[in-house]
Nanobody
Framework: QVQLVESGGGLVQVGGSLRLSCTASGVIFSIGAMGWYRQAPGKQREFVASISNIGSTNYASPVKGRFTISRDNAKNMVYLQMNSLKPEDTAVYYC???????????????WGQGTQVTVSS
């Protein structure tokens, strides 16, 4: 099994920055894409950003140009640098990792517990 633990959330003022981190641990064989999603109160979980195992990135339109996703394959970590934060960025941010075990042929998604990001105006 793979466990994901996020950190780095908190309270920040409009225009500020935060850096989220997510560490994958457990019996890890092969990690594919890694990403971040978020869920604001009363809304569905939405895609924020993803990065492939070769470093190709993809961003949701609302965060493009403000957020940067990166990963450290040696440490099984993924990061989300968030700049120029807005009140509408307030949400619980979830780490998502695709993992394939040694005995498997398919990647399966794993989720962290989430970290709260609150942007105050």
């Amino acid at each position: 099994q793979v466990q994901l633990v996020e950190s780095g959330g908190g309270l920040v003022q409009v225009g500020g920055s935060l850096r989220l981190s997510c560490t994958a641990s457990g019996v890890i064989f092969s990690i594919g894409a890694m990403g971040w999603y978020r869920q604001a109160p009363g809304k569905q979980r939405e895609f924020v950003a993803s990065i492939s195992n070769i470093g190709s990135t993809n961003y949701a339109s609302p965060v493009k140009g403000r957020f940067t996703i990166s990963r450290d394959n040696a440490k099984n970590m993924v990061y989300l640098q968030m700049n120029s934060l807005k009140p509408e960025d307030t949400a619980v941010y979830y780490c998502n990792v695709d993992h394939k075990p040694a005995w498997g042929t398919r990647f399966s998604p794993y989720w962290g517990q989430g970290t709260q990001v609150t942007v105050s105006s």
